[in-house]
């Protein structure tokens, strides 16, 4: 089955600085990468996804960039603020209905 | 649009005592179901999911079950808790595949 490596596992910067987030997968099949945003005891939830025939995704402060051919992904924010402090998981998807997902990296924004 | 529900939201049982968590899906017809489970501080672990009525895959045994009894709604059980099934509960669901997974309110479950 598919194997999604999510680095580094816990991140620490300073507001307004830059954060990013890095996956590789094993499947090359797997052509949809989403990625959820899981603040303290609630629910994951989508922040931006990206499929295979685009290389590159933006949403505001938050950007996606995806590497077909090394099959690795990442997740970029911008100008960060203590709001973007959270748990974020990247996850990879082919056609079978399910996704796997990276061990999770949570993201402290220091004032 | 569509809405999610999961209840109970909190759960405390005692060892050895049987579970019944539901979610029911709104505003869709046929819609993928999963349960996922997450440990304290801990990633997402796929349990069970349902591509229709009646259709379950299981993902990791134990001593946990699902079931379909309806379009819209799955349930996630157990005939006796262990201390391990402690965990967040989390019921998602989409319609096709791959697509986005939508994830409900969860439910925390605390085995004693």
């Known amino acids: 089955g598919e194997n999604v490596e999510q680095h580094p596992s816990t991140l620490s910067v300073q507001e307004g600085d830059s954060a990013v987030i890095k996956c590789t997968y094993s499947d090359s099949a797997s052509n949809y990468f989403p990625w959820y945003k899981q603040e303290l005891g609630k629910r994951p939830q989508l922040i931006i996804d990206i499929r295979s025939n685009v290389g590159e995704k933006k949403d505001q402060r938050i950007a996606v960039t995806l590497n077909k051919t090394a099959k690795h992904f990442s997740l970029h924010i911008t100008e960060t603020q203590p709001e973007d402090s959270a748990v974020y998981f990247c996850?990879?998807?082919?056609?079978?209905?399910?996704?796997?997902f990276g061990a999770g990296t949570t993201v402290t924004v220091r004032a | 649009s569509q809405t999610i529900h999961q209840w109970p939201a909190t759960l405390v049982q005692p060892v050895g005592s049987p579970l019944s968590l539901e979610c029911t899906v709104e505003?869709?017809?046929?819609?993928?179901l999963y349960w996922y489970r997450q440990a304290a501080g801990r990633g997402l672990q796929l349990l069970f999911y349902s591509v229709g009525i009646g259709q379950i895959s299981s993902e990791v045994p134990q001593n946990l079950s699902a079931s379909r009894p309806q379009d819209r709604q799955f349930i996630l059980s157990s005939k006796k808790l262990l201390l391990s099934d402690s965990g967040f509960y989390l019921c998602a669901w989409t319609v096709g595949g791959p697509e986005t997974q939508y994830f409900g309110p969860g439910t925390r479950l605390l085995v004693l």
């Open positions: 996850a990879a998807s082919k056609n079978d209905y399910k996704l796997s």
């Open positions: 505003g869709t017809s046929n819609p993928n």
